[in-house]
């Protein structure tokens, strides 16, 4: 007969097992709910994104080179607020608000995309705007989700970030074409739905995400200063990685061109264009939590590399005298494996390298340096692409980032080695 004894060792065998098997990654609820803002907040984001370059450029009339300058204003102005809002977070510990206030401001810019026109002064200005807001919210939550996190996992945790993240801007795209499916020239009706989106991901912030604990500072300690933020850049192993971003920016190709490379090379159709950022984005958002957890185990600088050289590999795919649905898988394969390998990668590498009380300062100027070098490549691009033609621009940008792969291997294995006794 069957035993209460027997029934209570079974029950201890399964907890056992469980013990042993492998979990899931298991994040804050801090990291969580700034994932869901991260979401709603690049749906809408997403659907701007990824009918603008067709909106611009085919229905505006812009040439490649005015292209350029509006892309490199989204890909770089929130290198000017970047610092700042990152400072203000650590000084007066409130880096909840500061984002905050980054999310409103972007989703009140969505309103003027729809309103303005094609008239190039009002959507740079629109687009800046916007990206402002972006560069306000940026370093505030990610040092939110550096500060909820202990330093061992802070690969696995952005990695769980960036993969709602890209769940949004895998989302967005798929709303934009449902719209243009129905609509083929609806694109006011776009930027009205991403305003409404965005209001409801402002409102999970604000509702029901809580400002990060703190270690209280020393009251002899002064309280960081601009000055102090900028003099991280002293640190060895922090100014290696800042010089290793730099140049990596600087030769990546945005995700616009890159988009665009693929609509000359294969005759993609309008309502189609849009359907693009969601490949990318589907391989970004199953790799990201795997790549951020691999980061924390082999070394997140190896793993950093490694994705720069896949978006080496898209560089050559767009290259390569082939054609049809193989060059399109494999394109957009490599470039969200390329994110996943890189983005939430390279914020877990810089928040190892800053103290907690100038964290958001930190991450924040390394933000301002990858902005910065993309906002220039995004002009050197539309300008090699108006000149020469877009084949031409990737061979030189490909050849570009095999220079700063290698650069930034040198500096970062250089400071390693310094540090090794």
């Avoid at 070098?373 to 090699?384: H, I, N, Q, T, V």
């Amino acid at each position: 007969m069957y035993q209460v004894s027997d029934s209570a060792a079974l029950l201890r065998g399964h907890r056992r097992l469980l013990a042993r098997a492998p979990s899931a990654p298991r994040v804050g609820r801090t990291v969580v709910l700034l994932g869901l803002t991260s979401l709603l907040t690049d749906v809408s984001s997403e659907m701007v994104v990824a009918v603008l370059p067709l909106y611009l450029v085919y229905i505006g009339g812009f040439t490649p080179l005015a292209f350029g300058l509006i892309d490199g204003l989204y890909q770089g102005a929130a290198a000017l607020v970047g610092l700042l809002s990152g400072f203000i977070g650590d000084r007066w510990r409130r880096h909840k608000d500061v984002a905050a206030t980054g999310y409103g401001l972007s989703a009140v810019c969505k309103l003027g995309f729809a309103t303005l026109g094609t008239a190039v002064s009002a959507i740079g200005a629109i687009t800046l705007v916007d990206r402002v807001g972006k560069g306000i919210r940026t370093a505030p939550r990610d040092a939110m989700i550096s500060l909820s996190t202990p330093e061992r996992e802070l690969g696995t945790a952005f990695g769980v970030h960036r993969a709602m993240d890209t769940t949004g801007a895998m989302l967005g795209p798929l709303v934009a074409f449902a719209i243009l499916a129905v609509a083929p020239l609806a694109f006011h009706s776009i930027f009205l739905v991403s305003f409404c989106v965005a209001l409801v991901g402002l409102g999970v912030l604000v509702l029901f995400v809580q400002q990060p604990r703190q270690t209280a500072p020393d009251a002899a300690a002064r309280p960081p200063s601009l000055r102090g933020a900028l003099a991280l850049a002293r640190l060895p192993r922090y100014r290696a990685l800042l010089v290793a971003a730099a140049g990596l920016s600087l030769a990546t190709a945005s995700d616009a061109f890159i988009f665009l490379g693929l609509r000359d090379k294969l005759g993609l159709g309008t309502s189609l264009f849009p359907l693009l950022f969601v490949g990318g984005s589907i391989t970004y958002m199953l790799l990201s939590v795997p790549a951020g957890a691999l980061a924390d185990k082999v070394g997140r600088g190896r793993i950093l590399l490694a994705g720069y050289g896949l978006l080496l590999g898209v560089y050559a795919v767009l290259l390569a005298p082939l054609h049809g649905a193989l060059v399109l898988v494999v394109a957009l394969g490599l470039l969200g494996a390329y994110y996943a390998a890189t983005d939430g990668v390279l914020m877990a590498l810089g928040s190892t390298l800053v103290p907690a009380d100038t964290r958001g300062s930190g991450l924040a100027l390394l933000g301002t340096t990858t902005s910065i070098g993309r906002l220039l490549a995004s002009l050197l691009f539309g300008a090699l692409w108006t000149v020469w033609g877009i084949d031409t621009a990737f061979a030189v940008f490909g050849m570009a980032l095999v220079a700063a792969i290698a650069l930034a291997a040198s500096v970062l294995m250089a400071t390693r080695a310094r540090r090794s006794p």
